[in-house]
C-alpha cells in the first residue's frame, strides 16, 4: 500500500518508479519488538539492506501485450450459456464449447427447479435458442479442448471438433433417418438408460443445434458400407458415414471455465443396491421419470414393472459428507429431495414419501419455506437417520435405518428407492490442459476464496458454475455472470498492462531442460530452440522457475543475485549501534 504511494510520488517527479524501494520498520520491527535497542539496530540493517538493493535497481516499465476481442466458454451447460451470453451481448464474440451432442447440460435433464417449481426446459430453451441465433457466439458441440498455449489477452486454443456424421446446417430434422435405423440401444445419456433410443436419434426435443447425431459405437453404417438405410432416405442429404474429425485452431483473449458435473458412482456404494435392484435409482432418473418430456410421459412408473410406486423413500447424503467417499456437502441434494418428495405426492396423491437425512441444509431464498411446506402441505416423513442397507424380498425393497431422534432401528418396504447422490466435478482433463490447480475435491482452485472467487490463478481463465464447487443453479448463473463481467474487463481494453517485476532468461546458462516450464503455476514460461523464454504478461514473479532453475539462468528484474547478496551483507555487517541509555 506504501510502496505504491511513494512510487506513484517519485514518478510525479519524474522518476522511474522501480527505482524506489522501502524499507519497512513498522510492521517487521518497531510494532514487533519491546526493546527499543534491539529494534533500533534491527531498523538500521533493514534501511542499509533496502540501500544496496535499490543501487541495483533498474528503470523498468510495465509491461503490455494486445488484447484479442474474443472469449472462449468452455462447457455448454447453464453456467456457459449465461456466460456467453452476458459477453456475447456486451459486443464480443464467443466460442462456446460443449463435448455433448447438444448444449443444455443437466439443467436441460430436470422435471422442474426449486423452489419455484418452474418448468426446467421452460426457462432454460428459450437461453438455448438465444445462443443458437446470436449472432457473437459460435456453438461446437461433441467438441473438446485438446490444448492451450499463450496468455492472457491472447490465448492459443486446439479444439478437438468430433465426427457428428449430421451436417447441422442441412439437417430438417425430418426424422425420416431414425424411423428406418435399424439399431436399437439404450438411451444411457439424457435418459439414464430408462429408454431405448436409435442409433441416429436426437437428444431431446428442444436440442441446440437443431440436428441429429449418430452414435458411432452403435451404428452399423459408420465408415463402412454394411448399413446405409438413413443416407437413402435423407433427402437432404445431411448424413456423411465417413465422416472425421476437424482440428480447430482459435485466438481469445480470456476462458471461462464452465464444466459442470456428474453424480458420484452409484456402483460404490455398494449397500444400496445399485445396478442389483432396477426399482433403486438415482436423482437425475427420477427427474427423467417424472418430467413430461421423460421415457413414460410423467406418469411416475417403477423400472422393474411398470407399476405406479405407492411408497418411496427419498435417502440424502448418498456419498456426500461421508470421508469413506465425498467428505463435502453437495449444497442441492436437500432441496431436490424436497422437490421430488413434493412432486411425487402430486403425482401419486395416496402415495407415502419417506425422507431419510442426516440434517437439512436450507441456505438460499425461499429454501426453508419450500421444505416447511413440503413437510405440511404434502405430509412428507421426515426420519433422521443414515440407511445402513437395501435389501430385495419380492417385489418390495425393504430398507434398514435408525431413527437417530428415537433411537429406534426402522424396517420400511417400499416400492421404490431414490437415492440423493453427491455431485463431483467434471475437471480433471481441462484442469492438466489449462494447468489450473484443483483442490482435495476435484474442484478447481479459485485464486481466493473470498476475495477472487470467480477468477483462477491463471490470469484471464475465469471459473463459473461446480467446477468451482458445489452449487445450485441459481448461483451458478449468479457466478456466471460474474466471470462473464471479468473476462469482459479484459475484452473491453486495447492491451493489458502489468507490473514489469517478471522472470528473466540468461540464454547462455539456459540447458533447456524444462523444469521451469513444468513447475510454473502460471503457464508462464515456454521452451523454444533458443531455450526458456518468459511470457512476461503471464509471468507474477512468483520466483518458483528462479528457485528450481538448476543451471542458475532464471533470475527476477530488480532481485538479481547479485543484489540479493548485497542485501544479505548489509543485513550481516557490524553496524555501531548507541548505546543502550
Known amino acids: 500500500m506504501h510502496l505504491e504511494t511513494f512510487r506513484t510520488a517519485a514518478m510525479s517527479a519524474g522518476l522511474n518508479p522501480y527505482k524506489v524501494e522501502m524499507a519497512n520498520i513498522r510492521e517487521q520491527n518497531s510494532w514487533v519488538h519491546e526493546d527499543p535497542h534491539v529494534a533500533t539496530e534491527k531498523a538500521i540493517r533493514l534501511v542499509w539492506s533496502t540501500i544496496n538493493k535499490v543501487i541495483g535497481n533498474q528503470p523498468l516499465k510495465k509491461v503490455r501485450s494486445n488484447v484479442v476481442k474474443r472469449c472462449l466458454v468452455i462447457g455448454g451447460g447453464i ?46 430453451t428459450p437461453k ?58 439404450l438411451d444411457k445419456d439424457f435418459n439414464r438408460s430408462l429408454t431405448i433410443r436409435k442409433a441416429i436419434y436426437i437428444p431431446f426435443p428442444q436440442a441446440v443445434p ?13 465408415g463402412t458400407t454394411r448399413c446405409s438405410e438413413c443416407v437413402k432416405v435423407c433427402e437432404q442429404n445431411a448424413i456423411n458415414l465417413f465422416d472425421t474429425e476437424e482440428i480447430i485452431e482459435v485466438e481469445v483473449g480470456a476462458i471461462i471455465v464452465a464444466t459442470g458435473y456428474d453424480l458420484y458412482p452409484k456402483e460404490k456404494i455398494g449397500e444400496y443396491g445399485y445396478g442389483r435392484y432396477e426399482d433403486v435409482i438415482d436423482s437425475l432418473q427420477f427427474e427423467r421419470l417424472i418430467a413430461s418430456t421423460g421415457p413414460t410421459g410423467g406418469e411416475l412408473r417403477r423400472p422393474s414393472d411398470g407399476k405406479v410406486p405407492k411408497r418411496v423413500a427419498f435417502i440424502q447424503c448418498v456419498g456426500s459428507r461421508d470421508l469413506q467417499h465425498l467428505p463435502y456437502c453437495s449444497r442441492i441434494c436437500c432441496m431436490y429431495t424436497a422437490k421430488h418428495a413434493f412432486l411425487y405426492k402430486h403425482l401419486v396423491p395416496d402415495g407415502e414419501a419417506y425422507v431419510f437425512y442426516i440434517d437439512i441444509r436450507a441456505g438460499g431464498k425461499r429454501y426453508e419455506e419450500f421444505i416447511m411446506r413440503v413437510q405440511t402441505e404434502s405430509k412428507v416423513r421426515y426420519i433422521r437417520g443414515r440407511v ?86 441459481q448461483d451458478s448463473v449468479a457466478q456466471a455472470s460474474a466471470a462473464a463481467s471479468k473476462a469482459i474487463e479484459i475484452l473491453s481494453k486495447d492491451y493489458i498492462e502489468k507490473e514489469p517485476l517478471v522472470a528473466r532468461v540468461n540464454k547462455e546458462l539456459c540447458s533447456k531442460c524444462g523444469v521451469c516450464t513444468q513447475l510454473c503455476p502460471y503457464n508462464a514460461v515456454e521452451m523454444t530452440p533458443e531455450g526458456a523464454k518468459v511470457i512476461e504478461v503471464a509471468c507474477e514473479g512468483c520466483g518458483t522457475c528462479v528457485a528450481a532453475c538448476p543451471s542458475g539462468a532464471l533470475s527476477l528484474a530488480n532481485y538479481e543475485p547479485k543484489q540479493i547478496f548485497l542485501m544479505v551483507d548489509a543485513l550481516l555487517m557490524k553496524i555501531p549501534i548507541p548505546e543502550k541509555s
Open 79 to 124: 453456467a456457459g450459456i449465461q456466460a456467453a451470453l452476458d459477453v456475447a451481448n456486451s459486443g464480443f464474440e464467443v466460442i462456446l464449447v460443449e463435448k455433448s451432442p447438444t448444449i443444455g447440460g443437466r439443467m436441460a435433464q430436470l422435471s422442474e427447479t426449486f423452489p419455484t417449481l418452474d418448468c426446467a426446459q421452460c426457462i432454460l
Open 128 to 185: 438455448m435458442a438465444e445462443v443458437a441465433r446470436h449472432p457473437n457466439i459460435k456453438i461446437y458441440t461433441l467438441s473438446e479442448v485438446i490444448e492451450v498455449n499463450g496468455s492472457v489477452g491472447k490465448f492459443k486454443v486446439k479444439i478437438r471438433k468430433k465426427q457428428r456424421y449430421v451436417d447441422i446446417e442441412t439437417c430438417n430434422m425430418c426424422s425420416e433417418c431414425e424411423k428406418v435405423c435399424p439399431q436399437v440401444v
Open 210 to 222: 437443431p440436428a441429429y447425431v449418430i452414435d458411432a459405437e452403435n451404428c452399423y453404417g459408420v
Open 388 to 473: 445402513s442397507k437395501i435389501v430385495q424380498k419380492g417385489d418390495k425393497l425393504i430398507v434398514h435405518a435408525v431413527d437417530t431422534i428415537t433411537g429406534k432401528p426402522i424396517t420400511l418396504p417400499v416400492d421404490m428407492v431414490v437415492l440423493a447422490m453427491g455431485i463431483v466435478p467434471n475437471t480433471k482433463e481441462i484442469a492438466e490442459i489449462l494447468r489450473i490447480p484443483i483442490d482435495e475435491n476435484g474442484f478447481l482452485q479459485e485464486l481466493h476464496p473470498k476475495l477472487a472467487p470467480v477468477e483462477s490463478p491463471i490470469k484471464g481463465i475465469f471459473l463459473a458454475g461446480v467446477a468451482q464447487g458445489p452449487k445450485d443453479i
